[in-house]
């Protein structure tokens, strides 16, 4: 089992990186583990920007950057398990659109929700012995949809989505 870094380290690292934000509103009255997961997310926001400003100076690509992430992702997590770490990023997003979208009904956050759940479903059971049973294929079904509502959603407000 790998080592989790402690509530110090973590103050030590955002003081280091200039994460913005104040720890001690970040941990609030939480636990421990509360506190040292509240930190590592701020962290982890905070270096996901700089990464992705420093890709862009670096002038790497899609796939150039595909691959740096996939690397690192195999690095931390190991072999075999980069899925867990590319559905939990993806379940992230989907939350953050399903929160942006709020109680109205709306298209384009709808199509998007709708096809990272079924993004999600396809990675939790790639390679699984379940992986031909009727859950896929319903996934397979729901992306097939999603993407078909996506395409009408984006032909029906022309110039929204360039």
Do not use: F, N
Not at 6 to 19: I, N, Q, Y
Not at 90 to 106: F, I, K, M, N
């Amino acid at each position: 089992m790998r080592t989790l870094p402690s509530t110090d380290d973590l103050l030590r690292a955002m003081t280091v990186l200039g994460v913005p934000g104040d720890p001690l509103y970040i941990m609030k009255d939480h636990d421990d583990d509360r506190r040292r997961a509240e930190l590592l997310a701020h962290i982890t926001a905070a270096l996901v920007e700089r990464l992705e400003a420093l890709e862009t100076l670096a002038g790497l690509g899609v796939d150039d950057r595909a691959d740096l992430h996939w690397q690192a992702d195999r690095d931390a997590a190991g072999p075999g398990r980069v899925d867990r770490l590319q559905a939990a990023r993806l379940a992230w997003v989907q939350q953050s659109v399903t929160r942006e979208r709020g109680r109205r009904p709306d298209a384009h956050a709808d199509a998007v929700a709708t096809t990272l759940g079924v993004l999600i479903e396809l990675l939790a059971h790639r390679g699984t012995a379940r992986a031909a049973g009727p859950m896929v294929a319903d996934a397979v079904a729901g992306l097939c949809a999603a993407a078909d509502h996506l395409g009408t959603v984006l032909r029906a407000a022309p110039g929204e989505c360039v």
